[in-house]
């Protein structure tokens, strides 16, 4: 086990299969979260809806909500006790009513978002809220989505088997730790880290 660079707290270290086994495909759909017909409980509903509401009211713009959704790991078979509440509230970019161009909507939105979630720690049943304001005009793409807002599903999850290849996930993680070694190394201006490590790093992911 070594530090990377001169991040102490940046451990390599072989790949632990029974963390990777927790994200095995689940028998049921969580039951902390789900009623056995598959909806969501009713006081988990409720919470999330002034969550959201919430959120929305805190984006201060003069458009309205058209749908909260729940998607994300939870949304399906594929969760563990990692995974976090995906929270999307739903509106029209091009209807709000301070600015004609959407990209900048989609800006101010997104910054309002990182703030949100840094001053928050909301956990529903130990899972931890990630929130994210969406266009409803936005393509989004999910194993499972449902509409909180309507009480019901928009997309009903199928359970599909798949087997982790541990191999390959230890090669990509020490991929990425040889990136972030690189990376460190050649830094001129550490104040340009975080930058940096986004754009080098991002496309080792995809």
């Known amino acids: 086990m070594r530090s990377i660079g001169k991040f102490p ?3 390599k270290e072989n790949i632990d299969k029974n963390l990777l086994s927790s994200f095995n ?49 939870l949304a399906g078979y594929g969760y563990s006790k990692y995974s976090d509440i995906d929270l999307h509230v739903v509106f029209d970019f091009n209807d709000v009513k301070e600015s004609d161009d959407p990209e900048f909507i989609r800006e101010y939105v997104n910054s309002k978002k990182g703030l949100w979630n840094d001053i928050h720690n909301i956990k529903i049943k130990n ?9 409803l005009n936005e393509l989004h793409r999910s194993t499972g989505i449902y509409s909180i807002l309507n009480d019901k599903w928009i997309k009903k999850p199928v359970r599909e ?7 390959s ?13 690189k990376l460190y190394k050649n830094l001129k201006n550490k ?16």
């Open 169 to 181: 996930v230890k090669n990509k993680a020490e991929q990425l730790m040889r990136e972030i070694d």
């Open 25 to 73: 495909i689940q028998k049921d759909l969580n039951k902390n979260i789900w009623d056995d017909n598959d909806q969501l409980k009713p006081n988990i509903r409720a919470n999330l809806l002034i969550v959201g509401k919430d959120f929305f009211d805190y984006l201060k713009l003069n458009t309205e909500i058209k749908d909260i959704l729940l998607t994300g790991s």
């Open 127 to 135: 899972f931890e809220i990630e929130i994210y304001p969406q266009d």
């Open 191 to 206: 104040n340009d880290l975080n930058e940096n490590l986004i754009e080098n790093i991002n496309p080792v992911i995809h």
């Open 9 to 11: 707290n940046i451990r």
């Open 161 to 167: 088997e798949f087997k982790i290849d541990y191999h």
